[in-house]
């Protein structure tokens, strides 16, 4: 499945971060949230970063959860030290392929390539800030999955020290660093400025656009071209199976493989087969993805069960150990409930093989899957809350 391009969406976002839409705030940063596997970090790189780079703009990235393992401001040491290597010139590349680690230029400061944001190394501004002198243009860095951050101290030091890279960078006429924070969960991002004592305080998380009938209707028109007989296929079930599988392009792709096995491709292919496959196969998908939420929900411990829930409807609100939520826990339970056995009931959330809750190193927690809100939304809605064993 080829790249579907939102051209007009990135110049959106790149007016924004250039300041050329008023009220917008992406002056400060841009905050945007997409749920996973529905082209949010294909959006970022293939859309935002180009249209950026055609603008003048030096454009980086950085996914924070791309290794697991690393630190997330390793991560983003690791994306500024290729940037020098990639971008100081023919000094630079001298002593990269001649393994130094530590490069000295004339007229700046020397950038030991391994200590970035380290003690005793260049601080995050400090590279940013040689680079784009170098470079003479402004640079956009663009952190994908940014909450993962907000795991630890050091992480969460990380982006207050972007934060002042950016305000130390800013000029009369807009900003030499641009900053694009991502995430796969809104209520995660949002602890990166939802407070006084977060980095980007006062700034807005966005919900990225998730893909439209445009969408449906180009994976339509290649069907059309690669199986002729499917030329009487209806737009109107392409996107009814796209919305099935909750607007996420890789689910539909699947979807598609097994609708075309099914009714015969490639030797033959019938359209009403295919269409009446289609919608089955996807509607299955969603029925099978609630199931799974379900049964994960009905195996948890009750306690456990109504701590989710209030995490659920609660959102950023969630306070698990203030009174009104204690009072809902001893509602459901019909029995007083004490703050340790709600710390417990959390610890256990955080460590069930689903990984169902996410605690930032400040002591916030939120819903690791958005599908479970979806999940929860679903039932609430078809008045089939609490779901039934």
């Known amino acids: 499945m080829t790249h579907h391009a939102r051209p007009a969406l990135a110049r959106q976002y790149a007016d924004a971060l250039q300041g050329k839409t008023p009220f917008s705030g992406a002056g400060?940063?841009?905050?945007?949230?997409?749920?996973?596997?529905?082209?949010?970090?294909?959006?970022?790189?293939?859309d935002l970063m180009p249209e950026l780079k055609r603008r003048g703009v030096l454009p980086l990235y950085a996914d924070l959860l791309h290794d697991k393992a690393k630190a997330p401001e390793d991560a983003l040491a690791e994306v500024l030290a290729q940037a020098v290597r990639d971008?100081?010139?023919?000094?630079?590349?001298?002593?990269?392929?001649?393994?130094?680690?530590?490069?000295?230029?004339?007229?700046?400061?020397?950038?030991?390539?391994?200590?970035i944001g380290k003690t005793g190394?260049?601080?995050?501004?400090?590279?940013?800030?040689?680079?784009?002198?170098?470079?003479?243009?402004?640079?956009?860095?663009?952190v994908d999955e940014a909450q993962h951050a907000l795991t630890s101290e050091s992480g969460d030091a990380a982006m207050?020290?972007?934060?002042?890279?950016?305000?130390?960078?800013?000029?009369a006429t807009g900003s030499n660093l641009m900053l694009v924070m991502s995430g796969s969960h809104s209520d995660k991002l949002s602890m990166l400025l939802n407070?006084?004592?977060?980095?980007?305080?006062?700034?807005?998380?966005?919900?990225?656009?998730?893909l439209g009938d445009d969408f449906a209707d180009a994976q339509l028109a290649e069907l059309r071209t690669a199986y002729p007989t499917l030329s009487a296929l209806r737009g109107s079930v392409a996107r009814n199976a796209f919305d099935h599988v909750g607007r996420r392009p890789p689910f539909f792709e699947i979807a598609i493989k097994e609708a075309l096995a099914a009714s015969g491709a490639p030797a033959h292919c019938d359209a009403a087969a295919f269409e009446k496959a289609l919608l089955e196969i996807t509607q299955q998908s969603a029925q099978r993805d609630r199931a799974g939420y379900t049964a994960v929900y009905l195996a948890l411990e009750s306690l456990e069960q109504a701590v989710l829930v209030r995490l659920i409807e609660?959102?950023?609100?969630?306070?698990?150990?203030?009174?009104?939520?204690?009072?809902?826990?001893?509602?459901?339970?019909?029995?007083?409930?004490?703050?340790?056995?709600?710390?417990?009931a959390l610890d256990a959330l955080r460590e069930h093989s689903e990984q169902l809750v996410w605690k930032s190193q400040?002591?916030?927690?939120?819903?690791y899957d958005q599908g479970l809100l979806a999940w929860h939304a679903f039932l609430v809605a078809n008045m089939a809350w609490p779901p039934k064993g």
């Open 195 to 210: 407070s006084k004592t977060a980095p980007f305080w006062g700034s807005v998380v966005q919900q990225l656009p998730t």
């Open 28 to 46: 400060d940063g841009l905050f945007v949230a997409g749920e996973r596997r529905t082209g949010k970090s294909r959006f970022l790189r293939f």
């Open 362 to 367: 400040r002591g916030h927690y939120a819903v």
């Open 314 to 344: 609660q959102g950023p609100a969630f306070r698990p150990f203030d009174a009104p939520s204690l009072a809902f826990y001893g509602q459901q339970l019909s029995d007083k409930v004490g703050t340790g056995a709600v710390q417990k």
């Open 160 to 171: 207050w020290s972007l934060k002042s890279a950016r305000d130390q960078m800013k000029t």
């Open 87 to 115: 971008n100081l010139g023919g000094i630079a590349k001298f002593f990269t392929e001649a393994g130094v680690e530590k490069i000295s230029l004339p007229g700046i400061l020397a950038i030991d390539l391994k200590a």
């Open 121 to 142: 190394g260049l601080s995050l501004y400090q590279v940013l800030d040689v680079l784009q002198k170098q470079v003479k243009k402004p640079i956009a860095l663009v």
